[in-house]
């Protein structure tokens, strides 16, 4: 083997050997403090229920479509069901990637059968670069009925009606939403009180 291969092989060897530890290292990192955060009434899923979701799984997810429902995912523990619900300040993190849990709205608000989707979380960014996604639309409240609303808008993450199949007849989703509490069914909009694996 020439000098100069032996120079490439140990580059790639050691390429690859950083990758590898780095993916290792950050493969766990977002496990700390996360769980999933599933309805209550498991509805057509009586093994495993209903949990928040992002879209895809793995290292193929869609962080641009809207949140969704999934049959909660096990016996492993999955990043693209793994959140983070902070009491304190009300954010709803997906800690695998750095993002939270926002309501689409316009001027701080949102209307009944708004989608949710991922956006930076407000507390990192500023609000001048990124003006639609507020703290206002990333704060929730679990209230004592069970339901989550986005905070002071009367408004309850949803879990929709029906469900269907995903790429494998074994697991379903359905569509998450938000929805006027007071009018939406308990058995879609009563959550489990939030803890970490």
């Not at 709803?92 to 949710?116: E, H, W």
Request: with cysteine; hydrophobic share 40%; net charge neutral.
């Amino acid at each position: 083997m020439s000098h100069f291969s032996r120079i490439k092989s140990n580059c790639i060897f050691f390429a690859m050997t950083a990758f590898f530890t780095l993916s290792a290292c950050q493969s766990h990192a977002w496990r700390d403090g996360a769980g999933y955060l599933s309805l209550i009434d498991k509805l057509d899923r009586p093994e495993d229920g209903y949990c928040l979701d992002v879209a895809g799984s793995g290292n193929w997810v869609d962080l641009n479509v809207p949140l969704s429902m999934h049959n909660c995912k096990g016996p492993y523990f999955y990043a693209d069901e793994a959140v983070i619900f902070n009491y304190k300040n009300g954010t709803i993190k997906f800690p695998a990637y750095n993002m939270c849990v926002t309501a689409l709205g316009r001027d701080q608000r949102s209307l009944p059968k708004t989608p949710l989707i991922l956006r930076a979380c407000a507390d990192d960014i500023s609000s001048v670069q990124t003006p639609f996604n507020p703290l206002s639309l990333q704060t929730f409240l679990h209230r004592d009925d069970g339901r989550i609303e986005l905070s002071g808008s009367g408004l309850c993450l949803t879990a929709g009606v029906t469900s269907d199949i995903t790429f494998s007849p074994i697991h379903k989703w359905r569509a998450l939403y938000l929805e006027t509490c007071n009018s939406v069914s308990m058995n879609l909009s009563v959550w489990n009180r939030f803890h970490a694996r």
